[in-house]
């Protein structure tokens, strides 16, 4: 059985850093691309970033570029993703999620998610 296990989030103010750490279960893990999506009170879910099985491919959206950070460890079936400079507009309950497949449209890069967590709830509030 697949399964993904967020953990990591909590309260933090405005400019703070967080780290997030999914551990993976049920599933060769190495050889899987994987993602961090989030979804906002209200909102769709938004593809946060993405890297690859080998780590040497990555994708951040315009709205955590130059502030976030996707990591892998296969050897301990972990997906990390490290947040600084946090806005409250990061506010978000955050899932990790094996990727099947990612594509290019006239709107940009797309992925189609397989399996998720259950999600942390990520809060930037002062």
């Known amino acids: 059985e697949v399964q993904l296990v967020e953990s990591g989030g909590g309260l933090v103010q405005p400019g703070g850093s967080l780290k997030l750490s999914c551990a993976a279960s049920?599933?060769?893990?190495?050889?899987?691309?994987m993602s961090w999506v989030r979804q906002a009170p209200g909102k769709g879910p938004e593809w946060v970033s993405h890297?690859?099985?080998?780590?040497?491919?990555?994708y951040y959206a315009d709205s955590v570029k130059g502030r976030f950070t996707i990591s892998r460890d296969n050897a301990k079936k972990a997906l990390y993703l490290q947040m600084n400079s946090l806005k409250p507009e990061d506010t978000a309950v955050y899932y990790c999620?094996?990727?099947?497949?990612?594509?290019?449209?006239?709107?940009?890069?797309?992925?189609?998610?397989?399996?998720w967590g259950q999600g942390t709830q990520v809060t930037v509030s002062s």
């Open positions: 999620a094996t990727t099947e497949r990612v594509y290019y449209c006239d709107l940009g890069p797309r992925a189609d998610f397989g399996s």
């Open positions: 049920g599933f060769t893990f190495g050889s899987y691309d």
């Open positions: 890297i690859n099985s080998e780590s040497d491919s990555t």
